[in-house]
């Protein structure tokens, strides 16, 4: 196949979208948790044998109680439910999948629910995460490296997100500096991942720098449309991809605990998403809930 072929004849990244709802106790503790996703089951089109009882599990990477994509906080009332809505557009997997756009519903509200609260967003995730000591390490580890608590440089800011994915816990933190309220430059982006055994850690740095690419692209330019019957991106001149003089230096902190074995190439993908929205809210005080940011009116710089 040529290009165009495969780009206007191929399964798509998963459409979805989530109502987030949170309930803060009268010390401002998380009590509740309910998260809503609506939206397409890419084993219902490609794999319906795997479905258990109607249900796709894969909905659900990175909101599990146990497992290889196991949520990263005790919530003590949580439900997390899925509303199934295929349209026909077939779905499929997309590097990252759906811990994608769950790690952005996710880290996103968490920073909601944060300032909300009043309190620092990472002190806000620590104190649902002392079960979870997988999860708090990485995120420790890059809001250390990034250097949080201490004062960005004028006209930088700050956010990070936390998940897990295909049996590794992982991390990002990004520094970004915005211009005209609508333009965004990443000036840095730092990555944590536990992979359990490291057994070459100069191919997982590549590994995760090739996934913040994924993921910057994403979030910034991604996003196939349909008219009149056709997908209407058919090359890179219409899919854009980010481009190495817009790339920041992707700093890897790689920190197996042993004991298991998890991915290296597609867990990162998804905390790049989210720790630039957060450091936008923080540099604008205005929270995108869509991506790709080209549909916001909003641009790499």
């Not at 987030?20 to 794999?47: C, E, K, V, Y």
């Not at 449309?225 to 056709?230: A, C, E, L, P, Q």
């Amino acid at each position: 196949w040529s290009r165009e072929e495969d780009m206007q004849h191929g399964a798509y990244h998963p459409v979805t979208q989530c109502k987030m709802t949170g309930a803060l106790d009268a010390d401002n503790n998380l009590t509740a948790l309910h998260m809503r996703i609506s939206g397409q089951s890419i084993l219902f089109s490609l794999r319906p044998a795997a479905l258990v009882n109607g249900k796709d599990p894969a909905t659900f990477a990175g909101l599990n109680a146990t497992g290889e994509a196991a949520i990263g906080y005790s919530i003590p009332n949580l439900l997390i439910d899925h509303s199934m809505r295929n349209p026909h557009v077939p779905p499929g997997f997309w590097r990252g999948v759906n811990v994608n756009h769950n790690a952005i519903y996710l880290e996103c509200f968490m920073d909601e629910l944060a300032h909300s609260a009043g309190q620092d967003p990472l002190e806000f995730r620590r104190r649902l995460m002392s079960k979870h000591p997988k999860h708090l390490a990485v995120l420790n580890a890059v809001a250390e490296r990034i250097g949080w608590g201490t004062p960005a440089p004028k006209g930088v800011y700050r956010g990070l997100a936390q998940h897990m994915g295909y049996g590794s816990y992982v991390a990002g933190a990004a520094e970004i500096s915005v211009s005209d309220g609508n333009k965004i430059k990443v000036l840095r982006i730092v990555a944590a991942t536990d992979p359990g055994y490291a057994v070459n850690p100069a191919q997982i740095e590549r590994q995760i720098a090739g996934s913040f690419v994924y993921g910057l692209s994403g979030l910034f330019y991604g996003g196939c449309t349909v008219k009149d019957g056709y997908i209407e991106q058919t090359n890179f001149d219409t899919y854009n991809s980010m481009r190495i003089a817009e790339m920041p230096k992707v700093e890897s902190i790689i920190m197996p605990s042993g004991g298991f074995w998890g991915g290296v190439g597609e867990p990162t993908i998804c905390v790049a998403g989210p720790a630039v929205l957060n450091a936008y809210f923080a540099a604008t005080g205005k929270r995108i809930r869509s991506a790709p940011l080209r549909d916001q009116n909003i641009t790499f710089a």
